[in-house]
Each structure stands twice: as C-alpha cells, then as structure tokens.
C-alpha cells in the first residue's frame, strides 16, 4: 500500500511538473517575444513582473516534485558511514524536520493570501495585479508540498516498520553523488 501511494504521488507530481514546465515555457516566450517588439519601440510592458510571479508559483509547485524525485539537497556525511537500518533512521528523521517545516511554512502563507483579499490588494507597480490572483497558486503550491511530504513520510513509516529498509531508502533517501546516475 505505501510503495502504491508513493507510485501515484510520483504520477501525480509529474503531471503538476509538465503543467509547471509548459508555464514555464509560456513566459519565456512571452518575455522573447517582448524582447523584440523593444527592438522595434514597443513593449507588452511586465515582463519582469509576470516573470517573478511566474517563478514563485513555480517553486512552490516544483518542491513536492524534486521532493518525491530525491532531488533536496541534503548533507549525509553521518549517514553515508551508517548501516541500512542507520540510514533509514536518518532519512525519517530527515523528512519529519522536512515535513514540519514546510507545515508551517503553507501554514503561514494563508495569511499573506487571506490579507490580500480582504484589503484588496494590488501590486505596487505599472500593472496593479490583484495580489490574490498570484497568491492563490503560491499557497496551494506550498500546500501541496506539505500534503506530499506528509504523506511520503507515512508512507516511509509504514516500510521501515514492516522492516523494508530498501524500499523506505528509495522513497526518501539521500544519495551521494557518486551514487548518481548521469
């Protein structure tokens, strides 16, 4: 059952992962586009903005993914020298202290997101973007990444108490860049 949710999390990610690079590629184009209408005096005006946004959004949705990819950077100095058992204990404590931060980092996003509704804020530049709109997919992106790690980190709990060391290291381990596969 956990290898099975993990499996559909890693189906789900990807999916928000294309979603996130198909807008990523969408503002690039708009900014080239941008590019060459200054070269001939005219501007869509933005850009920057747009970009900021664009990137921020995409962070936030982009964690769960490198999350589930084994992508965070970790430093495992004590664990590389660790048996299996060793390892895994370091990988759970890893993604507890992982999981909880990023808790209360989704947690402390809705009130920047409630405030700009109910002030009806806007941006403080050239386009006035209702800070909501932008708000919106940033929270729920954080969101997101700490309903994904926690349930990555049940997931793991449940391998290493059935024993399945390996399995609990490939969900939510650390791997040296020796061990990399380029």
């Excluded at 995409?58 to 390892?87: K, N, P, Q, Y």
């Excluded at 006035?128 to 049940?154: D, K, N, R, Y």
Aim: proline share 2%.
């Amino acid at each position: 059952m956990a290898q099975d949710t993990l499996t559909m999390l890693r189906r789900l990610n990807r999916g928000v992962a294309i979603l996130i690079g198909i807008i990523l590629l969408a503002c690039v184009m708009f900014i080239l586009a941008d590019i060459v209408l200054r070269q001939v005096g005219a501007s869509f005006g933005g850009t920057d903005e747009i970009s900021g946004y664009v990137m921020a959004i995409a962070a936030a949705w982009g964690m769960s993914f490198t999350l589930l990819e084994l992508g965070h950077v970790r430093i495992d100095l004590l664990r590389s020298r660790s048996a299996a058992r060793g390892r895994v204990l370091f990988d759970l404590f890893s993604m507890l202290v992982l999981t909880i931060t990023i808790s209360i980092i989704a947690f402390r996003c809705w009130p920047v997101l409630e405030k700009s509704i109910a002030n009806s804020s806007t941006a403080n530049t050239v386009l006035e973007t209702p800070l909501w709109i932008v708000q919106l997919p940033w929270f729920l992106g954080w969101t997101w990444f700490a309903l994904v790690s926690w349930v990555t980190l049940l997931a793991a709990m449940m391998l290493f108490v059935q024993g399945r060391f390996a399995e609990t290291e490939s969900a939510i381990g650390a791997f040296a860049e020796q061990d990399a596969v380029l």
